[in-house]
């Protein structure tokens, strides 16, 4: 691969990783708590949030170009998944990031995307009834809201864990 395809996938994987890492840290930090202290109003604010705003897209989008270039991009360091570069400090510490990164994109798109485009399509079905919710609606954005809690944090975990060995694995072999 030249160098000019290099610093394009570089700029793409640093750029999309940047707004996934900081999307996911902003939300868990930041909406959720939001949402929570909105009561009645969370419903709606999360129709808001996912449908208007399209935040399941936009973080499929961004995790996405994320893999994909950092796919590319270990590929080329690799040398074509050469087990001898991956025994390196930097290719050990590349690995775990990208492990780390699959494990959260998997985790984003099976668990985190259908549970909250679930949210939102409850919260349209409670704002187009007029009512509070019912106590079946409540139950279930209870169950949602706990389960996105628990997966979010997963997430930035994972999220963090990659970053961290991703702005690190160049350095690994000079610990050594």
Known sequence: ?????VIILRTIHIFSSV???GSAISYLFFVEPTVKS??????????NFIEKHRYSQ??????????????LLFWNSSGGLQISW???????????????????????????????ERMGALGKEIEE???PPN????????????????L????????????????????WGLLT
């Open 1 to 5: 691969m030249n160098i000019y395809s």
């Open 19 to 21: 707004l996934w890492v």
């Open 38 to 47: 909105l009561g009645p109003g969370a419903p709606k604010f999360m129709k």
């Open 58 to 71: 936009y973080m499929s989008i961004v995790s996405f170009l994320t893999i994909l270039t950092g796919v």
């Open 86 to 116: 991956i025994k390196t400090g930097p290719g050990i510490g590349f690995t775990i990031g990208s492990l780390a990164s699959l494990l959260v994109f998997l985790l984003g798109m099976l668990m985190i995307r259908p549970r909250a």
């Open 129 to 131: 009834s007029g009512n």
């Open 135 to 150: 106590p079946s609606q409540m139950t279930e954005m209870q169950k949602l809201d706990k389960e996105l809690s628990t």
């Open 152 to 171: 979010g944090r997963a997430d930035v975990i994972l999220l963090v864990i990659a970053l961290l060995t991703m702005v690190t694995a160049r350095y």
